[in-house]
């Protein structure tokens, strides 16, 4: 098996558009690596600079030891699934699988004995003789991943392969797919714009903007402490509260309630008392109550009426009017408080996060 290594890879098409800029990765061997940010970002260029569909303006592509910026895509042993399967539709499912297999040349016999093997290990003994017009879309798709499968690549590359199934064929297939590369221990680089994808498959992710790199880490990490407010607006199935405030000391005053910051906010991360900043607080950790707790600090919590409840399944998402700023919380399932009712939103200890104004960058 191989990790990939990316030094310095810019890559500039005609007018001067610059869809990857000076980008530098370590992808370790074996490790389910997602590449995540919105449309334009650069993820799809990148994975497919990889592959050797796209040749870089500069820098260097390497998979394990070998230098593979210059070589073909069909010998840098990689194994691409679109985003649209790209089946051969007047071959067999046995024939599209076996299709990596006869361009090396292998005999049919072998070709035919690989095909069944990783057909039966994808549930899909029983469909080789049928043409991909004959197959679902949860079926086409593990037909791509056979195919992937049945060459024994150093790394998997995945272009968004989920997004055309419906939202119950996602969530089955984004499993099988986890399940699939814990098993074979393939290094996989996994493009996707969804961050619920990412947070859930990637061991690691790399969250990008404008062919940048604009936070590098765990899920958990990315989750917990978006490195700016672009990560911080971007990741998340409920935007994170990003609200204006002012340092005063080391707490910080936003929205009528002063909050705890980062230990030295004031003098040791170079923001004087009185800087404008930028708070965020994540829904998940702003629990909604009808009734100040026992001993609560009453200023170091938000209150206001609900505006709007939104119904997430095992829980809701309040949305607070406070004194004009519309903040989101969250209540267990049947706790939710009815539209007008006062109610108070406490963050969770350490989950309020200081942003820069001037860069968006996180403090602390």
């Keep these: 098996m191989s990790g990939v290594t990316l030094d310095r890879l810019t890559k500039e098409f005609p007018g001067g558009v610059r869809a990857l800029d000076g980008l530098s990765l370590s992808i370790m061997d074996g490790e389910f690596f997602a590449l995540l940010g919105p449309s334009g970002c650069g993820k799809t260029t990148l994975l497919r600079t990889i592959a050797g569909l796209e040749s870089p303006t500069s820098g260097a592509v390497h998979i394990g030891s070998r230098d593979?910026?210059?070589?073909?895509?069909?010998?840098?042993?990689?194994?691409?699934?679109?985003?649209?399967?790209?089946?051969?539709?007047?071959?067999?499912?046995?024939?599209?699988?076996?299709?990596?297999?006869?361009?090396?040349?292998?005999?049919?016999?072998?070709?035919?004995?690989?095909?069944?093997?990783?057909?039966?290990?994808?549930?899909?003994?029983?469909?080789?003789?049928?043409?991909?017009?004959?197959?679902?879309?949860g079926q086409q798709q593990r037909t791509a991943l056979a195919r992937a499968v049945a060459g024994r690549p150093s790394v998997f590359l995945f272009d968004e392969p989920l997004s055309n199934l419906d939202a119950r064929l996602r969530l089955d297939a984004r499993t099988f797919i986890k399940r699939l590369q814990r098993q074979l221990a393939v290094t996989t680089v996994f493009v996707t714009h969804d961050q619920a994808e990412a947070l859930a498959l990637a061991d690691r992710i790399a969250v990008m903007d404008a062919g940048r790199i604009s936070q590098l880490g765990t899920a958990?990490?990315?989750?917990?402490?978006?490195?700016?407010?672009?990560?911080?607006?971007?990741?998340?199935?409920?935007?994170?509260?990003?609200?204006?405030?002012?340092?005063?000391?080391?707490?910080?005053?936003?929205?009528?309630?002063?909050?705890?910051?980062?230990?030295?906010?004031?003098?040791?991360?170079?923001?004087?008392?009185?800087?404008?900043?930028?708070?965020?607080?994540?829904?998940?950790?702003?629990?909604?109550?009808?009734?100040?707790?026992?001993?609560?600090?009453?200023?170091?919590?938000?209150?206001?009426?609900?505006?709007?409840?939104?119904?997430?399944?095992?829980?809701?998402?309040?949305?607070?009017?406070?004194?004009?700023?519309?903040?989101?919380?969250?209540?267990?399932?049947?706790?939710?408080?009815?539209?007008?009712?006062?109610?108070?939103?406490?963050?969770?200890?350490?989950?309020?996060?200081?942003?820069?104004?001037?860069?968006?960058?996180?403090?602390?």
């Design 68 to 137: 593979v910026t210059r070589l073909a895509p069909g010998v840098r042993d990689v194994a691409m699934v679109f985003q649209d399967y790209a089946l051969f539709p007047h071959m067999t499912v046995q024939d599209n699988i076996a299709y990596p297999l006869r361009i090396r040349r292998q005999p049919r016999a072998d070709r035919t004995q690989r095909a069944a093997e990783v057909a039966a290990q994808l549930g899909l003994a029983g469909l080789l003789p049928r043409r991909p017009a004959e197959l679902s879309g």
């Design 220 to 364: 958990r990490e990315v989750f917990r402490r978006p490195a700016n407010t672009f990560v911080a607006n971007f990741i998340g199935s409920t935007p994170m509260n990003l609200l204006p405030g002012e340092v005063r000391g080391d707490r910080v005053a936003v929205a009528g309630a002063v909050l705890p910051g980062p230990v030295g906010l004031a003098g040791q991360h170079g923001l004087d008392d009185g800087a404008p900043v930028m708070v965020g607080i994540r829904p998940e950790y702003l629990p909604v109550s009808a009734g100040r707790a026992t001993g609560t600090d009453s200023g170091a919590s938000f209150t206001g009426e609900v505006s709007i409840v939104e119904n997430l399944g095992t829980s809701s998402l309040v949305t607070v009017d406070v004194g004009g700023e519309l903040i989101s919380g969250t209540v267990p399932e049947g706790e939710e408080p009815e539209p007008g009712t006062r109610v108070w939103l406490s963050p969770a200890p350490g989950r309020v996060l200081v942003y820069r104004t001037e860069d968006g960058t996180l403090v602390g």
